[in-house]
């Protein structure tokens, strides 16, 4: 499942359902199903640890806030149709919309990818700014309360009925109960869901887990107004280390070195700056070296495993209750899709909602959901296990496959055809198999 093959957001397709949602988390995934959710039910509370700002902030629960995030244009495309004129508000908040097609500078396989023959919009700004955007769009919705300072507890639960709450301190410390007809967990990848069902009789899920041992360090630099380019250099055997460079907002761009399998991403300046210098692409020591640092000190955020829980596999599951977002799958932050998939996550449970009664609602959206999945999961850990030591389960075909996508990538630096064929894949707007097409193949085996 991806953009092309996936209905687009339709709020007059829903029924309108009595009581209360309730979402756990107030990250993109969690404020995306808020969205959907309101078209459905009378009232709708958004529980979140932190406290919201009212600006652009990093949250302490979510310390990747401080790195690079892209936003996929499948996810860009979605919170666009959920929120008229969100790419408009970004810009205004000083955000960038380039042409991936022509801006974009990615590097993998000894070359750069070649200009496309198509625009690509691309919208560039921080997690932060993406996140108060959508934040305050779902502020402004009549039916929805945002709360923070608020931790979870437990859900509260009958036999035969389900899920039919929650239980969480406020800020204040107090214990409270709020009873929902649907409950939507969007703690992130540590959600307690799996432990829950298990310990109320329920089996959890299998869960894939790939090892990568990424680290990542980010630095702020400033940036001149009219430079508008993405640099993407992600690790490739045998190089260990990858970087990016993405203009935001405030005049400033985000710069990350990465670091796979023990090649750690540095701490220190001095050790960023000999990491920066050691590319084989001459701007990624010539962008930290050259410009003024807007940033104090350097970010560092590990990131042991790729994630995936099969919760689509799973033979009972209670009503009442869903799960998305890095809940379900965290993958990789190398290939940014986390965002993404949780915005397109919501679009599912948006159908879902249009098309199944409270008792069937899980099983189907998991199912949904789980193609979804398939699709990121491929790119993100198919490419993670062209490096020997990545260990976990790895999908059928893998190797093959990343030995098509090699050459693809080769050709791609000559063909710009290829080029746009890979990035609308990448990008998560049309399926893997789109580059099986016989025009694609033909273009990528001939000599």
Avoid at 128 to 138: C, I, W
Avoid at 300 to 308: E, L
Wanted: proline share 8%.
């Amino acid at each position: 499942m991806v953009l092309a093959s996936t209905e687009r957001y339709d709020p007059s397709n829903v029924p309108r359902i009595t009581g209360r949602a309730v979402i756990l988390g107030g990250s993109i995934a969690g404020l995306a199903a808020a969205r959907v959710v309101s078209d459905v039910f009378d009232e709708v509370t958004v529980l979140e640890q932190d406290p919201l700002p009212d600006t652009p902030a990093m949250r302490d629960g979510a310390p990747q806030t401080s790195h690079p995030h892209v936003l996929l244009e499948a996810g860009r495309t979605t919170l666009e149709d959920y929120f008229p004129g969100f790419s408009e508000d970004v810009i205004r908040s000083g955000g960038l919309m380039i042409d991936a097609a022509t801006e974009m500078k990615y590097y993998e396989n000894g070359g750069f990818f070649a200009d496309g023959p198509n625009q690509l919009p691309m919208l560039c700004a921080s997690r932060a700014l993406f996140e108060h955007v959508v934040r305050e769009r779902v502020r402004g919705l009549p039916n929805v309360a945002l709360s923070d300072g608020c931790r979870f507890i437990n859900y509260t639960f009958t036999p035969g009925d389900g899920v039919t709450g929650v239980r969480y301190r406020d800020e204040n410390g107090t214990e409270r109960t709020l009873s929902a007809t649907l409950v939507v967990d969007a703690t992130g990848r540590t959600s307690r869901t799996p432990d829950w069902l298990e310990k109320n009789g329920f089996e959890a899920p299998d869960v894939d887990e790939v090892r990568v041992d990424v680290t990542y360090s980010t630095i702020r630099l400033d940036r001149p107004p009219d430079e508008r380019t993405v640099l993407f250099v992600p690790p490739s055997p045998p190089r260990t280390r990858g970087a990016a460079a993405i203009p935001i907002e405030d005049e400033q761009a985000e710069f990350i070195i990465q670091g796979i399998h023990g090649d750690d991403a540095p701490v220190e300046r001095d050790a960023f700056l000999e990491v920066a210098n050691s590319f084989p692409v001459p701007e990624v020591g010539r962008l930290p070296t050259e410009r003024e640092w807007a940033s104090e000190g350097i970010h560092h955020y590990p990131f042991p495993s790729s994630i995936r829980r099969h919760y689509d596999g799973l033979a009972e599951f209670p009503d009442g209750l869903v799960v998305t977002g890095d809940a379900i799958a965290s993958f990789n932050p190398v290939y940014g899709q986390g965002m993404s998939v949780g915005a397109l996550d919501a679009l599912l449970l948006h159908h879902t909602l249009a098309e199944t009664e409270r008792n069937g609602l899980a099983r189907e959206f998991f199912s949904s959901v789980a193609d979804l999945i398939d699709e990121a999961w491929q790119l993100a850990v198919g490419a993670d296990f062209e490096f020997p030591q990545t260990t976990g389960p790895k999908p059928r075909g893998t190797d093959l496959f990343n030995r098509y996508v090699n050459r693809l990538i080769r050709s791609a630096h000559t063909d710009g055809e290829l080029t746009d064929a890979f990035y609308r894949v990448f990008r998560l707007e049309r399926s893997v198999t789109t580059l099986l097409r016989p025009g694609v193949v033909r273009r990528v085996l001939r000599p």
